[in-house]
């Protein structure tokens, strides 16, 4: 391991990682077929691609927005893009469900945010992607792994690759209205890793073996299983995101056959495995591998984990050890605290009124009270605080903004200012999310931001509300798109003007709008008479006072 | 099998992934108002192409609304009987 303590880049924890033999990636394929890449193999395709991209003119510094649905082509193609000094934009392939035209503004979109110069497809996402050049995307060109890597590989000088240098840029949400791409230099990358596989992280042990299945264009896919695994060598098996959506199982039993010690999810994903388990499944599977089940990207339900923990208890699995419920964002590379690794997750049952004023005040056996699981703590230098609007400091226990800062918190969003303004303060990163420290831990609660976060998936309403806007009948500009909580999810709500003649038509016309743009599905579809959603001086809709009226029943709809 | 025992088995996967009763579906349904999102509906595919023993591509699912359209594209990928 010391060899790889003094990698200071991607680039040179990648070259060292390359002496350690027999160990690598192993990816599976859609159609269950397994490749082994050694690291060193992944090294050498690695310096290879690099050369490719060279030759085609792309130099150090570039954007290259890769668009690759196959994760071993994806890994590689991201591995030698570092390794020429250009800078991967991992832009998510198109979903099956959704319409083209959504995905190809969001991509234009990322290209143009980014100042792409070129975009890297596959064969499989190349029919679609190409149509982005007929939209104001920047591009000077695409290429195809399968023809730009076909052939030896031309001589190329090594490029210097230094820890200041952009590593890549992290888009944090397909939103089409503000597209912000976090800078991800190679000393956050670092910093991050040994921070949350160290010691005080998930403590990395020689025989581990990661097993995951999150989305490669995604912080935790990407960093948690990916590049965060690279930098202190830990192997890992990756899944297809779309075969466990096809079989959730899928994931449990890949963790049992390849014997995985370390996973990651968000909380729907363990809540959807659960309920699909059936007693002989459990059988089957001997999980006494798995030491740690980790939890993040959305809020997390204490009931959630712990029915997990309890359907898997016969199959070898120890919640009270493995469970490990995190918090973090891409703005500080991935990670920003972790709970204790081994000891039993923390759950804080708070009175519900109380916690609506700010306050997280202990529950009486009679009160309304929230679950709230704890977070952790921050990493040795990081700071965490928890402050009020003028930034100061608060008390234990009282509700405020979450803001940190240490080598792990990024620089700021590429070429946008005015975004990065408004997050990075005085040297704090101000994440937009609500908690408190009890005891030293953080508790996430809430939101300062209008995000909306389902299934582990970040939407901007602004978008929602615009694509619904434009849907006739829909009085323009009069919608509005939030979250509510039903049992315990977090789940869409659009609120409509129009007239009543048109609900029935209007409801389903909504309903099978966002769902094709977003895939996503909204719990209810209000159309509420013209007028009536709640406006600020400006006549703009406000989210949060007709997110108040839903939940206290008193939004006005129309039959 | 026939379209009508398809439909049925359409129904009784429904049911099970999205944990309401969907017994009485019919063709004409459009999928986004049954509340099945776009991870219920691809949990859908993987068990209808493991149960019927069919493979599914991506590409065939673009621009899928109704339960017709969608048990169309898997009605013409089973095996002829």
């Keep these: 391991m010391q060899a790889l303590e003094s990698a200071r880049t991607l680039v040179e924890a990648l070259e060292r990682v390359a002496e350690r033999s027999g160990r690598g990636f192993r990816f599976v394929g ?15 395709i690695a310096q ?36 020429a000094g250009i ?36 064969e499989s996402s190349r029919s679609f992607a190409e149509r982005v050049l007929e939209r104001d995307c920047g591009l000077e060109r695409i290429l195809r792994c399968e023809t730009l890597f076909a052939g030896p590989a031309p001589s190329a000088p090594r490029v210097p690759v230094e820890p200041e240098d952009l590593c890549f840029l992290q888009f944090t949400s397909g939103s089409t209205s503000r597209p912000k791409g976090v800078q991800v230099r190679h000393r956050n990358l670092v910093a991050n890793a040994r921070a949350f596989l160290g010691p005080h992280g998930l403590d990395r042990r020689d025989d581990d073996v990661g097993v995951s299945w999150l989305p490669l264009h995604h912080d935790m896919g990407l960093i948690g299983f990916v590049l965060g695994t690279l930098v202190c060598d830990i192997p890992v098996v990756l899944l297809p995101t779309e075969s466990f959506g096809r079989r959730p199982r899928l994931w449990l039993e890949t963790i049992h056959r390849h014997r995985g010690t370390i996973t990651y999810a968000p ?14 499944d459990v059988a089957s599977l001997d999980l006494s591998c798995l030491r740690v089940a980790g939890c993040g990207a959305e809020p997390i339900r204490a009931r959630t984990l712990q029915a997990f923990a309890d359907a898997l208890r016969p199959a070898g699995f120890d919640g009270d050890r493995a469970l490990l419920p995190s918090y973090g964002m891409a703005e500080a590379t991935l990670a920003i605290t972790f709970h204790r690794l081994g000891t039993p997750m923390r759950v804080d049952r708070v009175d519900a009124a109380a916690l609506r004023a700010g306050r997280a005040v202990p529950a009486g056996p009679d009160a309304q009270a929230v679950e709230l699981v704890g977070c952790g703590v921050p990493f040795p230098d990081h700071e965490l605080r928890i402050v009020d609007e003028a930034g100061r400091t608060l008390p234990e226990r009282v509700v405020g903004e979450i803001v940190t800062r240490g080598p792990s918190v990024t620089s700021g969003y590429f070429e946008n200012e005015e975004a990065t303004r408004e997050s990075w303060r005085e040297g704090w ?12 831990e953080l508790f996430v609660c809430g939101r300062i931001k209008d995000l909306i976060i389902v299934r582990g998936a970040n939407y901007h309403p602004q978008d929602i509300e615009w694509a619904v806007s434009d849907l006739e009948g829909v009085r323009r500009g009069n919608v509005v798109a939030f979250s509510t909580m039903v049992d315990g999810f977090e789940s869409l709500v659009v609120a409509a003007e129009a007239a009543s003649s048109d609900a029935p038509e209007l ?51 129309h039959p | 099998m026939n379209r009508s025992e398809l439909l049925d088995k359409f129904r009784a996967m429904a049911t099970e992934i999205a944990e309401k009763d969907f017994s009485h579906v019919s063709e ?10 776009s991870l219920g509906m691809l949990e859908l595919i993987g068990t209808m192409e493991r149960d019927l023993g069919v493979a599914i591509p991506d590409d065939q699912l673009v621009g899928i609304q109704t339960v017709r359209q969608l048990l169309d594209v898997v009605h013409r990928r089973l095996p002829a009987a």
């Design chain 1, 267 to 280: 909380n729907f994903a363990y809540d959807l495995v659960t309920r699909r388990l059936k007693p002989a």
């Design chain 1, 30 to 44: 859609v159609d269950g077929v397994e490749r082994f890449y050694t690291y060193a193999e992944m090294w050498r």
């Design chain 1, 48 to 83: 290879e691609r690099a050369a490719h991209l060279l030759a085609a003119g792309l130099r150090r510094g570039d954007r290259l927005a890769l668009v690759i649905g196959e994760n071993d082509q994806f890994v590689l193609s991201f591995l030698g893009a570092t390794v």
């Design chain 1, 507 to 557: 409801r389903r016309r909504i309903a099978q709008l966002v769902q094709e743009r977003f895939g996503l599905v909204p719990s209810h579809v209000a159309i509420v008479p013209v007028g009536t959603l709640p406006k600020t001086s400006s006549g703009k809709a406000q989210r949060r006072r007709t997110r108040m009226l839903f939940e206290e029943r008193a939004l006005a709809e």
């Design chain 1, 429 to 440: 990163l101000h994440t937009g999310d609500l908690g408190y420290v009890a005891d030293g």
């Design chain 2, 28 to 37: 004409d349904a459009v999928i986004a108002d049954l509340g099945i999102d």
């Design chain 1, 87 to 122: 800078v991967p934009v991992p832009v998510f392939p198109r979903g099956a469900f959704k319409a083209l035209d959504g995905y190809l503004d969001v991509l234009a979109h990322v290209c143009r945010a980014a100042r792409a110069r070129a975009m890297l497809v596959t």
